[in-house]
């Protein structure tokens, strides 16, 4: 398969997989969208941290100074995953981190809203999980007015013609995910990005589901707010939020009063965070660099690393897609060719079926997905799956093989035994 810089990819699947212990163990993990296994080299950092800086930020003695410097690189090697093509990324002190992609985005609105005026607009999704939008619609008990861009039921996208007829001179910002941790397809960003931006308005994206697949070009997308997950991107359970600086100024102190003329991201980190966490997610970045060394150019091993996952993930994609689609008992919800657009995030629904019967089933073979509105209940109600307890969903990542899935499709098989295939 070729990859977007044009050569052909084998990832070193035996090197990968030695870097997540929880791999050695005898289940397939396939609830990757729900939280990735985390690289062992992010345990190491976060058992270092524990150990050897046992201490608060601010003071002058050695361990503590020692400490803030470790936080900073690992806070600059985070924003530079967010390297665009151009080679410009955000800075560090444009990065906020949390413990959630959730928590985040709620801090954001908090801290927004002495910027909004009873009638400004705000417009959310349906398809989105809920981080990205409950705490845009609770602005409505300051007087914002909330509209919401619907999925298309012919398309099951974001059709930027129905957001352009949402827009005004009173919207103020547009909500939207990266990709569907439920479709499984990328959005256009950066043509969104361009539309809102000609109204006068921001824009947040939810990256959650695509951070782990595909590069982070922040910058090139010309977004103003993007987050996700790093427990989603093989690293602990934190979070971070990139920001363009002159935005973050603008944003009220959501921390300390007095505190009140810090900047960020000191401002909208209250009570800071779990610092060995941040230390941590540090392994990310490093890992992604030593995949891309193994696999491409050292010039440019991140670009040379997603090319790899991309090639890896598309062959998985395509197998399920293949299987799912030749059975007429099954109903994929979301679509149904390997494309760049598609994701390994892949949810169905099974004729007759509840999908809550479907992975215990999976359970004997010791094969774990997962089923339900995965947060996005908006979504199951438009899709009308509701009553079908909302979708079986299986998620990848380049770390399963093809092997793994091979024994997804047998238990899939004896699952749903007895229908139509």
Request: hydrophobic share 40%; aromatic share 6%; with cysteine.
């Amino acid at each position: 398969m070729t990859t977007t810089s044009g050569h052909e990819t084998k990832l070193p699947t035996a090197w990968v997989r030695d870097a997540f212990p929880a791999l050695a163990g005898d289940w397939v993990l396939m609830d990757n969208a729900g939280g990735s296994a985390p690289l062992g080299s992010a345990i190491d950092r976060i058992s270092e941290y524990m150990r050897r800086w046992p201490v608060q930020l601010g003071a002058t003695y050695q361990p503590s100074a020692a400490a803030a410097a470790l936080l900073d690189q690992s806070r600059q090697a985070l924003a530079d995953l967010m390297t665009g093509a151009d080679g410009v990324a955000p800075d560090a002190d444009e990065l906020i981190v949390g413990s959630s992609t959730t928590m985040l985005i709620a801090n954001l609105a908090r801290a927004m809203t002495s910027q909004l005026e009873p009638g400004d607009e705000v417009i959310v999704t349906d398809t989105d999980h809920e981080a990205n939008i409950t705490p845009w619609r609770r602005l409505d008990a300051h007087g914002v007015v909330v509209r919401t861009w619907h999925m298309n039921l012919d398309s099951r996208r974001l059709e930027i013609d129905d957001l352009q007829a949402l827009l005004t001179d009173r919207t103020r910002l547009v909500a939207f995910t990266h990709a569907s941790n439920l479709l499984g397809e990328a959005t256009p960003v950066a043509e969104i990005s361009r539309l809102v931006h000609a109204h006068g308005a921001r824009v947040c994206v939810d990256g959650v589901a695509y951070a782990p697949h595909r590069p982070l070009r922040v910058r090139d997308w010309d977004v103003d707010y993007y987050v996700f997950s790093l427990y989603k991107v093989y690293g602990p359970h934190c979070a971070v939020m990139a920001g363009r600086r002159e935005l973050l100024a603008r944003l009220d102190n959501i921390n300390h009063q007095f505190m009140d003329n810090a900047s960020a991201p000191g401002k909208l980190e209250p009570g800071a965070f779990p610092y060995e966490l941040l230390y941590g997610a540090g392994a990310v970045p490093e890992y992604l660099h030593a995949l891309g060394r193994r696999t491409g150019s050292a010039d440019d091993p991140m670009t040379a690393a997603y090319d790899a996952i991309a090639d890896q993930e598309q062959r998985l994609t395509a197998t399920l897609l293949d299987y799912l689609g030749s059975r007429r008992d099954v109903r994929i919800i979301g679509g149904n060719t390997a494309d760049e657009r598609r994701l390994p995030t892949i949810s169905f629904v099974v004729e007759g079926r509840a999908s809550s019967e479907i992975p215990p089933l999976c359970e004997p073979a010791r094969v774990g997905i997962r089923w339900g509105h995965f947060y996005a209940p908006r979504l199951v109600e438009r899709l009308g799956l509701a009553e079908l307890d909302g979708v079986v969903r299986v998620s990848m990542v380049h770390y399963n093989t093809e092997e793994e899935l091979a024994r997804l499709i047998s238990a899939l098989d004896l699952a749903l035994a007895g229908h139509a295939a």
